[in-house]
């Protein structure tokens, strides 16, 4: 015998909202760290050997940090939509 799924709409909203508010928090947090580090240039220096050795090893980090953070904000955005989609399919069909 199939067992009855039942889902807490409520529940499924506030998972949903929260899922949304973090992803949105990480690109809140994105943005400053990406906004931060311009705004301090490259107090490392450019034109010297040393300057140079360090913007060749710091760079790729920080944009691959960068650029993961977006990824995790995408996906935390992208999950609680299709969360709240889901929590909406399941209302409509318990409602008719």
Do not use: I, Q
């Not at 015998?1 to 998972?15: I, P």
């Not at 710091?58 to 995790?72: A, F, N």
């Amino acid at each position: 015998m199939a067992e009855k799924l039942e889902v807490d709409g409520r529940v499924v909203g506030s998972l949903s909202a929260r899922l949304t508010a973090a992803g949105n928090k990480a690109e809140a947090a994105r943005l400053k760290l990406l906004h931060g580090g311009d705004a301090l240039g490259t107090p490392w220096g450019r034109d010297d050997e040393l300057a140079r050795k360090f913007s060749a090893e710091y760079l790729p980090g920080r944009d691959e940090v960068v650029k993961g953070t977006e990824s995790v904000a995408g996906f935390l955005k992208g999950l609680g939509a299709h969360l709240r989609a889901s929590g909406e399919s399941f209302s409509s069909v318990e409602g008719s």
